[in-house]
């Protein structure tokens, strides 16, 4: 069975600096994906960043990026630039493709980021 | 914001109610979850679906069940409410296929139940 661990339960930045969010994970599979996804207060639940394995290239969107490091099994999220908006909690999941088709989430424990101004 | 949403977004209920916690969708999604959140944990998966009439359970045990007769929604039950129930229930929905886009999950701004 796939696990993911999030070893930060809180952490802070302040506005316009950067942050750097851990996951690791644990798998026996070369193929999968793995995901950010960001709950802010109240909210609902959105994808922030996805990396396919089997893709060397580090994911990049906007002022957020990972850093994959396969071998590791460590797949952590930087935030550039931090905006109060970005005040959330960080979900880290991992997902194996099954049968063909695309399968469920597992989730780390999550990381509550806050941003103080 | 994503097109799925649940009802209600509070519940307050006395134990050996039954309930029923509703989650739609507008976009024709054939996959779609519920996860059980508690308040500084992981999510867990306990039921899913893959289409109409397709329902199986996760990897958390739950005492709820599920239906889907129809692709856009799918409603989750709780026969007798207990204290033990009382979580925050999220609702996900994604595409059917093979590549990456269709990895992507749309969640529902969730419910929070507290069985009394």
């Known amino acids: 069975a796939q696990t993911v661990t999030q070893s930060q339960p809180e952490m802070s930045v302040q506005e316009a600096e950067t942050v750097t969010l851990s996951c690791t994970y644990d798998?026996?599979?070369?193929?999968?994906?793995l995901f950010w996804y960001k709950q802010p207060p109240s909210r609902q639940m959105i994808l922030v960043i996805r990396?396919?394995?089997?893709?060397?290239q580090n994911a990049t969107e906007n002022r957020f990026s990972v850093n994959f490091q396969k071998a590791a099994k460590s797949f952590s999220l930087k935030i550039s630039d931090s905006q109060l908006g970005d005040t959330a909690m960080y979900f880290c999941?991992?997902?194996?493709?099954?049968?063909?088709?695309?399968?469920?989430?597992?989730f780390g424990k999550g990381t509550l980021l806050t941003v103080n101004p | 914001e994503a097109d799925i949403y649940q009802t209600p977004r509070y519940l307050v209920i006395g134990t050996g109610k039954k309930i029923t916690l509703e989650c739609s969708q507008t976009?024709?999604?054939?996959?779609m979850y519920w996860y059980q959140q508690d308040p500084g944990m992981e999510l867990h998966l306990i039921h899913y679906s893959y289409g109409v009439n397709s329902t199986e359970k996760g990897d958390l045990s739950s005492e709820s069940t599920v239906s889907r007769i129809r692709t856009e929604h799918f409603p989750l039950t709780l026969e007798s409410a207990r204290p033990s129930h009382t979580s925050q229930y999220l609702c996900?929905?994604?595409?059917?296929?093979?590549?990456?886009?269709?990895?992507?999950?749309?969640f529902g701004q969730g419910t929070r139940l507290t069985v009394v």
């Open positions: 999941a991992f997902m194996k493709p099954r049968g063909g088709s695309n399968y469920k989430l597992t």
């Open positions: 996900a929905s994604s595409e059917r296929g093979r590549t990456a886009k269709n990895t992507e999950a749309f």
């Open positions: 990396q396919e394995a089997y893709k060397q």
């Open positions: 798998t026996s599979e070369s193929n999968y994906y």
């Open positions: 976009m024709g999604h054939d996959k």
